[in-house]
């Protein structure tokens, strides 16, 4: 232990000091760089959780001790190990989680419906509903939350009129919802809950937009729903044409727009017709009357009024006899009566603009030249819109089809093959932080090992006094300069 301790007295406290700081950072260093190194790669486990969700999947994730991480103000997004997402979500989700804030009729198992009061029940089947319902509606793919309130009015028993129930719905989206999307929220709600029609729900996004409107009258209901009707069309008849056009030109060479002008009024007409060459035999009747008389020319005397004096007279005056037939025919005019009724919504003009690029090839200095495209083609382009979209010229539809230069020219495609290692070497985004990150800390280490360490070790070393040999004499000193001891070795015969 000597030289040891030898060693200790000539470095001084400083200078050990200075070597036990220098440890202690390297130690920490090293402990840090070893941590982060063996520390497990962690995914995103669930994201924009509510309060109450983040607190209770956090809960679950301590009980099982797996280590976990969140982010945001309260614990919004929660982090795990990479490995066992999958296994997370699926084990969390067998317990209900998360529910997003929400209970649904599950809400039943939790409590004693024999101590409870007409009014918790009453309470707790509204809370489900409402839940159940939030939870139907994110099952639509842009919607990510959704709280749904619904407003039952009580039933009266001597009541004769009741007010109709409503509901408003808030939702946060990932996107922005069509009319038909919106339109299907509404009649998914009224269709849950009886009595509750589609026009008696509002819905509202996160960002405070009035998706549908519940206070509207029915009036301002059908001119929605005809404005909803007009841009489904147009939307249905630019895809189609957009899809035959870029079956021909190519993707993303075209640009197509629709406009359909409906009518709004509702028109109603009768009709009837008369033809009196056409007639029909409505009724018929016959009257037949046959009558017969004689007459008697004898005078009244006393002889005619004895008896037996007329025996021989009875057939001695002439005789008349009559017929009558009459008959009566009725007939009615063939005749044609016509109701027809008109729903607002026909078409009443169709409007098509078609935009088509031209076509490019490699010119002579590689670059990409514009060509025009031929006449013929576009003919035949256009006949083919006007087929996908119904035209009708007695309507007064426009179809226009013109050919000009987009913009953006397009490259042109150059075949190169791709080679073994480009294609095999395609990292994922986790992965090239991780390079990134490792990279990082090797080069961290060596600028520590060069800046720190080797200068210490050198210092260290070069601190050791060396053995003076023959005739080799040492003046030490103080940082002033003043002469503080002298070393020096002899040999046989010489002192020092």
């Known amino acids: 232990m000597k030289p040891v301790l030898d060693l200790v007295a000539k470095l001084g406290p400083a200078r050990l000091a200075a070597m036990g700081a220098v440890t202690l950072a390297l130690i920490g260093f090293f402990a840090f760089v070893i941590l982060r190194v063996s520390r497990p790669d962690m995914g995103v486990l669930y994201t924009d959780l509510s309060v109450q969700d983040a607190s209770a999947v956090v809960r679950d994730l301590e009980t099982r001790g797996i280590r976990y991480e969140t982010k945001g103000d309260t614990g919004q997004t929660v982090l795990a190990p990479r490995a066992d997402l999958a296994r997370l979500r699926m084990d969390l989700a067998a317990k209900g989680l998360p529910s997003a804030g929400g209970v649904g009729y599950e809400i039943f198992d939790k409590g004693d419906a024999f101590s409870s009061t007409s009014f918790v029940q009453n309470v707790n089947h509204l809370r489900a509903l409402e839940g159940e319902l939030a939870r139907s509606i994110r099952a639509i793919g842009r919607v990510q939350a959704a709280r749904v309130h619904l407003v039952l009015p009580e039933k009266r028993l001597f009541s004769r009129d009741r007010e109709a129930p409503s509901a408003a719905i808030v939702v946060r989206l990932a996107g922005d919802l069509d009319p038909g999307q919106v339109r299907a929220v509404r009649h998914l709600v009224a269709s849950a809950v009886e009595g509750l029609k589609p026009e008696r729900i509002s819905i509202v996004d996160e960002r405070g937009r009035l998706l549908a409107d519940g206070a509207r009258g029915a009036e301002d209901q059908a001119g929605i729903g005809l404005d909803e009707r007009q841009a489904g069309m147009e939307r249905r008849l630019r895809n189609q044409v957009e899809e035959i056009v870029a079956g021909i030109v190519g993707s993303g060479r075209a640009r197509v727009q629709v406009t359909a002008e409906l009518d709004a009024n509702r028109v109603e007409s009768r009709s009837e017709t008369f033809d009196p060459e056409s007639r029909v035999v409505r009724s018929t009747q016959t009257r037949s009357e046959n009558s017969q008389s004689q007459s008697n020319e004898n005078g009244v ?26 008959e009566t025919t009725n007939y009615e005019i063939s005749r044609v009566t016509r109701t027809e009724v008109n729903e607002g919504g026909r078409v009443k003009r169709l409007s098509v603009a078609v935009l088509i690029d031209g076509t490019y090839a490699a010119g002579p200095d590689g670059k990409p030249a514009y060509a025009p495209r031929p006449a013929p083609e576009l003919e035949r382009i256009t006949a083919l819109v006007r087929t996908a979209v119904g035209y009708d010229k007695a309507r007064g539809d426009q179809v226009e089809v013109v050919n000009l230069r987009f913009a953006d020219t397009p490259a042109v495609p150059e075949l190169q093959e791709q080679g073994f290692l480009a294609s095999i070497l395609q990292p994922s985004k986790e992965d090239v932080l991780r390079i990134a990150e490792m990279t990082v800390l090797f080069f961290l280490g060596l600028v520590v090992l060069m800046t720190v360490v080797r200068p210490l070790v050198q210092k260290v070393v070069a601190s050791e006094a060396p053995a003076l040999t023959l005739g080799q004499v040492r003046v030490l000193t103080d940082s002033n300069g003043v002469l503080m001891t002298v070393e020096g070795a002899a040999g046989a015969g010489t002192g020092g």
């Not at 002889?303 to 001695?316: D, F, K, R, S, Y």
Request: aromatic letters at 0%; charged letters at 20%.
């Open 301 to 326: 005397s006393v002889g005619n009024e004895l008896p037996g004096a007329n025996q021989g007279q009875q057939n001695q005056g002439p005789r008349e006899a009559s017929n009558k037939n009459e």
